[in-house]
């Protein structure tokens, strides 16, 4: 059974750094494309990040360029989200998606950014 499980969420202070890893198992992680999304209750779920399968092209949404990070191992069957320079609006549950059929979502990491 394909399955994502996110890691890493948590409490930092304005200005600090977060690393999300997001393991996969039960299908071929390195034949997908995969994205890192956010979602604030009550709003839409927003795309941060994504990455090709083999990792030669990335994308960032405008709000989280220069600061977020996007990489992934396809050795180890491992999505990153290195998250640099938080700032509270960075508060959200964060997502792993890869394009699986349909896509496969995990359950969600929580990061809030507060001092």
């Known amino acids: 059974q394909a399955r994502l499980v996110e890691s890493g969420g948590g409490l930092v202070q304005p200005g600090g750094s977060l690393r999300l890893s997001c393991a996969a198992s039960?299908?071929?992680?390195?034949?997908?494309?995969t994205s890192w999304y956010r979602q604030v209750p009550g709003k839409e779920r927003e795309r941060v990040a994504a990455?090709?399968?083999?990792?030669?092209?990335?994308d960032y949404a405008d709000s989280v360029k220069g600061r977020f990070t996007i990489s992934r191992d396809n050795y180890k069957n491992e999505l990153y989200l290195s998250m640099n320079a938080l700032k509270p609006e960075d508060t959200a549950v964060y997502y792993c998606f890869a394009l699986v059929g349909s896509g496969i979502w995990g359950q969600g990491t929580p990061v809030t950014v507060s001092s």
């Open positions: 990455i090709t399968s083999i990792g030669d092209s990335i």
């Open positions: 039960g299908f071929d992680f390195g034949r997908y494309a």
